[in-house]
């Protein structure tokens, strides 16, 4: 799973800064609490991007510490209400994993940006408001201070064109 496209650029307002946060919701409750939240056009900032896993325990902490890397201001993770999970114990687990992972982060300083949520398909309005709350939360914390700046990289072919390149102008300019 590649965080790097929806990750490495952040949202841009019309005043200045917008945090960039990536969002995991469960497939069964938080996914379609977010889709719920669209349909009944329930205003939130544009500043989550959400993917989609079929449950919160599938959430691994590399997946956490590589959207920071590459440059989420914050991570959420939605899913199931305790005792409500398509897979019986997956939200028990997260809450597990999710708290670990929030206990390594604060050796870093950056447990504040990691969030756990438990939204229902149900629950569209607080879907809504989990989001403008961690924005707001994330703007008083600032931008990430270990984001990357993600450069395209060249092909085997580009490397050949522009050594050829280099190469050709430097035989124009001796020859000069």
């Known amino acids: 799973m590649s965080t790097e496209a929806t990750a490495a650029k952040p949202a841009q307002g019309g005043n200045g800064w917008e945090p960039n946060i990536l969002a995991f919701c469960c497939n069964w409750c938080s996914y379609a609490g977010a889709d719920l939240a669209g349909v009944s056009r329930f205003q939130y900032p544009a500043t989550v991007k959400i993917l989609r896993v079929m449950c919160s325990s599938r959430v691994e902490p590399a997946f956490i510490l590589k959207a920071l ?81 993600i450069k395209p990289q060249m092909n085997a072919d580009e490397r050949r064109l522009n050594a050829s390149s280099v190469r050709s102008a430097a035989n124009v300019q001796g020859s000069e």
């Open 69 to 149: 890397k590459d440059g989420a201001d914050g991570v959420l993770i939605a899913g199931c209400h305790i005792g409500d999970c398509h897979y019986i114990d997956g939200n028990k687990n997260a809450e597990v994993r999710i708290n670990n992972t929030r206990k390594a982060l604060a050796k870093l300083g950056f447990d504040k940006r990691l969030r756990l949520e438990w939204v229902s398909a149900s629950e569209g309005l607080r879907f809504s408001e989990v989001i403008k709350e961690f924005t707001e939360e994330i703007k008083n914390l600032g931008q990430n201070p270990v984001k990357i700046d």
